[in-house]
């Protein structure tokens, strides 16, 4: 699998937009980048997921650099309520590995 | 709204008793998964079904089994409690044709046996 590494923390301005990069250097040709986030003592919350082309949705936007080396989550009007951790993972679209695995992973902190 | 829910936020039990999570999801998936999580170990699978009766071993089911007799519904047994079983607990369902990793989470059960 490929290994993904993310800032350990980062802060964030409410209203501004939080953009968190992720770095998968190592990432193949049917690997997915998915993110995820877990606000504390909640379960892990879906994000978004991308395979080369940018993606969008109601709560995020993706962005994969042209050599799928990195990407970045991009919050467009990041809210207290998006205060969590943050994870990016790499995995093929279906579940050869079986089961999802959290790296560390960037806490996020909006600020008021 | 995609909804996965567990029917207990908190639960406290002792050694030995025999303990049921259970979890039901609402958005016909066919994947459900219990995982369970702890500080610096992360999520680590315990069973999945990838359909009504069907089930597999995660990586650390001992101790524990599940039942599916619903497509909805997946429980997850504690035969006998132990204290080393304490622990976020957390379902999760997906699509099996779609994409395995799009996972649905539960909002969890912290499970204390003392």
């Known amino acids: 699998d490929a290994k993904t590494t993310q800032p350990p923390s980062m802060d964030c301005a409410e209203g501004r937009a939080a953009n968190l990069p992720c770095n998968h250097s190592?990432?193949?040709?049917?690997?997915?980048v998915y993110w995820y986030r877990q606000i504390h003592s909640q379960g892990p919350q879906y994000i978004i997921h991308?395979?080369?082309n940018n993606e969008t949705n109601e709560m995020a936007s993706l962005i994969i650099t042209e050599d799928r080396k990195s990407s970045t989550l991009i919050l467009p009007h990041a809210t207290l309520r998006d205060t969590a951790v943050y994870y990016c993972?790499?995995?093929?679209?279906?579940?050869?590995?079986?089961?999802?695995?959290f790296g560390s992973g960037t806490q996020l902190t909006v600020l008021p | 709204d995609v909804k996965v829910t567990q029917s207990s936020r908190y639960l406290v039990k002792r050694t030995g008793e025999k303990v049921f999570l259970e979890c039901v999801q609402d958005?016909?998936?066919?994947?459900m998964f219990w995982y369970r999580q702890d500080p610096g170990l992360g999520l680590r699978l315990i069973y999945f079904?990838?359909?009504?009766?069907?089930?597999e071993k995660g990586d650390i089911p001992e101790g524990y089994s599940v039942s599916r007799e619903k497509k909805e519904r997946f429980s997850l047994i504690l035969e006998s409690a132990s204290t080393n079983q304490t622990s976020m607990y957390l379902c999760?369902?997906?699509?099996?044709?779609?994409?395995?990793?799009?996972?649905?989470f539960g909002p969890g059960t912290r499970l204390t046996v003392t």
């Open positions: 999760a369902s997906s699509f099996r044709g779609g994409q395995f990793y799009e996972q649905y």
């Open positions: 190592t990432i193949s040709g049917n690997e997915y």
């Open positions: 991308g395979l080369k």
């Open positions: 993972i790499v995995r093929p679209r279906m579940g050869s590995a079986r089961q999802l695995t």
């Open positions: 958005m016909d998936h066919e994947n």
């Open positions: 079904s990838y359909d009504v009766k069907m089930k």
